[in-house]
């Protein structure tokens, strides 16, 4: 074998026989989907909502630490970049949530065909800026 590429490619197939396998092209060839995108989406709200339980939990921790520890955290929370996290976290929020019934339509066996799967995507985005600014024109005007 000339080539690393060329070992990679022999593979075994359910016999044990030897065969010539593609190699699995790069994301630069591959049209990202709307399944694809949601799911990678999912996965990485999934985790910044993980990151920001913990920085509730300081939140908390905090609030029962006393007045100047809280007035620490709550003065870091009210700074344009604490604003900025809080919102990104409220966006992770809702958009696992309305992901999640996503799902739960698709566990109960609907949605599956690719039109149903388009609209519910998108419709999930949509749901997403939506909660999220509703949440904030909320927030600050109780602010």
């Known amino acids: 074998m000339s080539d690393v590429r060329e070992a990679l490619m022999v593979g ?27 799911s990678v989406f999912h996965r990485g709200t ?6 920001g339980t913990l920085l509730l939990t300081a939140w908390l921790v905090c609030a029962a630490a006393g007045d100047s520890a809280f007035s620490v955290i709550q003065s870091l929370f009210a ?38 799967m388009h609209r519910s995507g998108k419709s999930v985005f ?5 909660l999220t600014v509703v949440f904030w024109v909320i927030a600050f005007l109780v602010w």
């Open 126 to 130: 949509v749901a997403t800026v939506v």
């Open 79 to 116: 700074t344009w970049v604490g604003i900025l996290v809080l919102i990104g976290f409220t966006v992770a929020l809702f958009y696992h949530f309305c992901n999640g019934i996503r799902h739960l339509m698709w566990d109960a066996g609907r949605g599956f065909e690719l039109p149903d």
């Open 12 to 38: 075994r197939n359910s016999e044990g026989r030897l065969v010539r396998r593609p190699l699995s092209p790069h994301l630069q060839v591959y049209k990202l989907e709307m399944s694809s995108v949601t």
């Open 46 to 51: 999934g985790i910044a909502l993980g990151a």
